[in-house]
């Protein structure tokens, strides 16, 4: 007997928790997509290429098209992280490379340089969490990130996702295999989430 599959997106999606605001993306996010990454490429392009000095509005656009195809087809949940009141664009967050055999998933989250130590993506990533495990259905959500990659590391532990592994040449990164840490959460760990 075969597993059920994930469940399929809803239509409309917002998450929040009072701070912040989760929904999927807009095509008028597109400025302050390109404004976020433009402000933090310093922290972010080591650990997200696309995040890079030259970075244009267009490519903004291109994204928020894509992620909108990936949302509408199922095969990945992009949402940006915005405040409560919708109007600072904080970082993004996602749940994407569905496993559907094995109900599992990778979660991918940042947050804009000015808004770092703040604990959003912590609050965030627990939003899209419980969203994957109760919604969609997921058994397994993974957080694989480069082992120097220490904020993204710590936000792991702050959701309560086990280090199951520094696994050999699991990233592409730069045109190389990298090793990675291999974080993990079932539903049962966010239990004791912080």
Same mark, same amino acid.
């Given at each position: ?55 244009? @509005? %267009?490519?903004a656009?291109?994204?928020? =098209?894509r #992620? $909108?195809?990936?949302?509408?087809? *199922? ?6 992280i915005?405040?409560?009141a919708g ?27 000015? @808004? %770092? ?5 912590? =609050?965030? #990533? $627990?939003?899209?969490?419980?969203? *994957? ?47 990675? =840490? ?13």
């Open positions: 007997m075969t597993a059920p599959s994930i469940a399929p997106f809803p239509p409309m999606l917002e998450l929040g928790d009072g701070r912040l605001c989760l929904r999927p993306w807009q095509d008028d996010d597109a400025d302050s997509l390109f404004e976020a990454a433009r402000e933090s490429v310093t922290s972010l392009a080591r650990w997200l290429p696309w995040c890079h000095p030259d970075y244009q @509005r %267009h490519e656009i291109a994204w928020i =098209a #992620c $909108r195809e990936g949302w509408h087809a *199922g095969e990945h949940a992009a949402l940006p915005f405040d409560a109007a600072e664009l904080l970082g993004a967050v996602g749940l994407n490379q569905f496993n559907r055999a094995h109900r599992s998933a990778n979660l991918g989250y940042w947050v804009r340089q000015s @808004r %770092h130590g703040q604990g959003i993506a912590a =609050a965030a #990533c $627990r939003l899209v969490t419980r969203f *994957g495990f109760a919604q969609l259905g997921l058994a397994r959500i993974e957080i694989v990130v480069l082992p120097d990659n220490h904020a993204s590391r710590r936000t792991a532990e702050k959701l309560g996702a086990q280090l199951e592994a520094i696994a050999r040449h699991r990233l592409w990164v730069d045109g190389q295999p990298r090793d990675a =840490a291999v974080h993990a959460l079932i539903p049962a760990d966010l239990q004791g989430a912080r």
